[in-house]
Nanobody, 123 residues
C-alpha cells in the first residue's frame, strides 16, 4: 500500500492559480501511476489528470486541458498538480491516488487514496 497526503488547497479568485502537492510513502511508490481526482458538491468523483511512474506519459480530462499540469518528482516522492486559470466550476475536494497500473483514468483502477484537499474558486 501507498500512503498519500495532499496539501496546497485553498480559496482563490477566478483566474488565479494553485499548486497541489501529494506526498507519498510506502512500498513501491516510484513504480505506481498517480492520478488526481476531484469531487464537487453533490457530484461524483471525477478524473482530472494522471501520470505514469516515469512521468513520461500524462493524461488530462478535457475540462482541464491547457490549464492544469501534472508532474512528479520521484526523488521527493511527490506528485504535483499545477492549476492555472481557475474557474468557479473547478471548486471541489481534490484527491491524489495511486495505481499499480501504468496510467489510468478510472476511479476503480486506483487502490490508494489521500484524504483530499479543498479547492474553492470564487467568481
Amino acid at each position: 500500500q501507498v500512503q498519500l497526503v495532499e496539501s496546497g488547497g485553498g480559496l482563490v479568485q477566478a483566474g488565479g492559480s494553485l499548486r497541489l502537492s501529494c506526498a507519498a510513502s510506502g512500498r513501491s511508490f516510484r513504480s505506481y501511476g498517480k492520478g488526481w481526482f476531484r469531487q464537487g458538491p453533490g457530484k461524483e468523483r471525477e478524473f482530472v489528470a494522471a501520470i505514469s511512474w516515469s512521468g513520461g506519459d500524462t493524461s488530462y480530462a478535457d475540462s482541464v486541458k491547457g490549464r492544469f499540469t501534472i508532474s512528479r518528482d520521484n526523488a521527493k516522492d511527490t506528485v504535483y498538480l499545477q492549476m492555472n486559470s481557475l474557474k468557479p466550476e473547478d471548486t471541489a475536494v481534490y484527491y491524489c491516488a495511486a495505481t499499480p497500473q501504468l496510467i489510468q483514468t478510472a476511479v476503480n483502477a486506483y487502490n490508494s487514496w489521500g484524504q483530499g484537499t479543498q479547492v474553492t474558486v470564487s467568481s
